[in-house]
């Protein structure tokens, strides 16, 4: 039997900028599940990439006094460095202005589209708000604003085409009732819902090439390009091949089990992307995991307000294990969550530092002081674990087994990756209360077998937590592992440890 496949992406970024903080989030969720379903022995394809067509990409390169091309070609680089620097694991890159992966993908699908008469040509007059890159009602505005960029939308009139979205409404919203596309978190599966019963229109679906230059072509007709959200959803098709000949990886990895994205896209994932591909006769993607958006002191990040996160300067600074182990403990995937230098510091002693740096250092220190380094899980002496408040004792291993690993699967399973974390972190306390409990460093005087089966505890506890964290932290973990010298016996679990000195501390409190 070949492993059952995982098929994973992100949104594509414009790249119409350096990546901000949002772009690092939503990069490093994919990762932590790519990874997590990778352990678990799928087949894993993890995509991203970057959005590069549209008006606003367009005006920023003129703005930049830079040919199109070259300036997307420069940011995308930025992109790929920058996700390689925190220790992104992805697959597969997709760039929208790449002529050969990407552009007949895009095009396939719109002759489908064409073909079962889903595509028509019709004037458009409204409002388009470039920030958005989307054509807005009156009803989206707040005095007359774009609520998400503030500014008063263009006048639009032109001859475009429409896509048919009227057409599919209906049966899109019956499959996110019934959780045929499964939105995560659910409330954001009623909001959509919501959405699509206030009433919903055809989608301009292309724009003029004399409005726009930056774009594919429409097929059959030069003088229109494709609208850019309809070129963009297709990236996670056209990025395995779709339309481009080689079909190997489109028939292996589609339909996508999860799309993760920000809830501000979430109607062109939920809605749109969906009834192209029941146009199109595309199976439909099982998962959009919509996280939430990171503020700073409470606040949308501007540079205006002057509180601005860099997190290329953050990673040079503290470096990606420090970042991603802030977006493990301290922001949830379904809410907006806070980011600020000084809140990541507590968090960076309280968890690192004193936490898991902490408990490893003390630990192989005590090994290496009594026992030269070495310790070996026996049956015959289990040291337990005290149950606090009349709960019975437990030795460590059914603690791991019984009560830590299926919360921790659960909660990786349902993307519930901040309280996957909680429980690695319960780990780490319940182990120093271990310490607490039998002061190994005053037992060596009277019982040095116990206390050796207290040190083997606790390394194997310590590699229970190397083991969760991995998804979250892979430097790290690998790291503590080498440092615990670990031998598994033939059932997987860790049973000898040689332990090898570290001069300096793993975290050094900042
Ligand atoms: O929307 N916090 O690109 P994008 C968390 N090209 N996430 C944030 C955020 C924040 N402050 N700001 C933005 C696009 N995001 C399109 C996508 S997909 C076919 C096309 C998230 O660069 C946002 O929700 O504006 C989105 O998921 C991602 O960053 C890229 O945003």
Redesign the pocket.
């Known amino acids: 039997m070949p492993n059952p496949k995982f098929y994973i992406t ?5 790249a119409n900028a350096a990546p ?4 690092a ?2 990069e490093f969720l994919a990762d932590v599940i790519a990874r997590y379903k990778r352990n678990r022995g799928m087949d894993v394809f993890f995509l991203t990439g970057t ?1 590069e067509h549209g008006t606003k990409i367009c005006r920023t390169a003129e703005k930049n006094e830079m040919p199109v091309q070259e300036f997307v070609d420069k940011n995308a680089e930025e992109f790929q460095r920058f996700y390689a620097s925190i220790n992104s694991s992805f697959d597969g890159f997709i760039r929208t202005s790449d002529k050969k992966q990407h552009w007949p993908g895009a095009q396939t699908l719109w002759k489908k589209l064409a073909e079962k008469d889903d595509i028509y040509k019709s004037k458009y007059t409204g409002l388009y708000c470039v920030g958005c890159e989307a054509f807005v009602g009156e009803r989206d505005l707040i005095n007359g604003l774009c609520p998400n960029h503030n500014v008063p939308p263009e006048k639009v009139e032109e001859e475009n085409y429409f896509f048919r979205l009227t057409k599919y409404a209906d049966i899109i919203r019956q499959k996110l009732e019934n959780d045929e596309i499964r939105i995560v978190p659910e409330a954001r599966k009623h909001e959509i819902i919501a959405l699509i019963k206030e009433g919903v229109s055809d989608v301009s679906f292309s724009r003029p090439q004399s409005q726009i230059p930056w774009g594919i072509p429409v097929p059959e007709d030069p003088n229109q390009v494709m609208y850019v ?1 309809c070129d ?2 297709t ?2 098709i056209s990025a395995l091949g779709y339309g481009s000949g080689d079909e190997t990886n489109f028939t292996k990895y589609w339909p996508a089990d999860v799309h993760v ?5 979430l109607r ?1 994932h939920s809605l749109l992307w969906p009834a192209m591909l029941l146009s199109a006769g595309v199976a439909l993607p099982k998962e959009i995991l919509v ?5 700073s002191g409470g606040k ?2 501007s540079k205006s307000i002057g509180n601005v996160v860099d997190p290329k300067e953050f990673v040079e600074k503290y470096g990606s294990e420090a970042l991603r182990s802030y977006f493990s403990r301290d922001l949830s995937p379904f809410e907006d969550g806070d980011f600020t230098e000084e809140k990541f510091l507590e968090s960076y002693n309280a968890n690192l530092a004193n936490g898991i740096g902490n408990l490893v250092s003390r630990t192989i220190k005590m090994t290496e002081t009594y026992f030269e380094g070495k310790a070996e899980m026996k049956d015959e002496m289990e040291v337990l674990l005290k149950g606090k408040d009349g709960a019975p004792d437990i030795s460590v291993k059914d603690y791991l087994n019984h009560e830590v690993f299926p919360a921790y699967h659960g909660h990786m399973e349902r993307y519930e990756l901040n309280r996957a974390t909680d429980t690695i972190w319960a780990v780490i306390k319940k182990l120093d209360g271990y310490v607490t409990d039998y002061e190994p460093y005053k037992l060596i005087k009277t019982n040095q077998e116990k206390t050796e089966a207290v040190l083997a505890n606790l390394l194997y506890g310590i590699h229970a937590i190397t083991h969760m964290l991995t998804p979250f932290m892979p430097e790290t973990s690998k790291k503590i592992d080498e440092i615990l010298g670990v031998t598994l016996s033939e059932d997987g679990t860790a049973n000898t440890f040689s332990v090898r000195h570290v001069d300096t501390p793993l975290f050094p409190r900042r």
């Open positions: 992100t949104s594509i970024a414009y901000h903080m949002g772009h989030y939503e959005d959200w963009a959803l990236n996670y994205i920000g809830k501000d896209i062109f996280h939430g958006f990171i503020t949308k990040m």
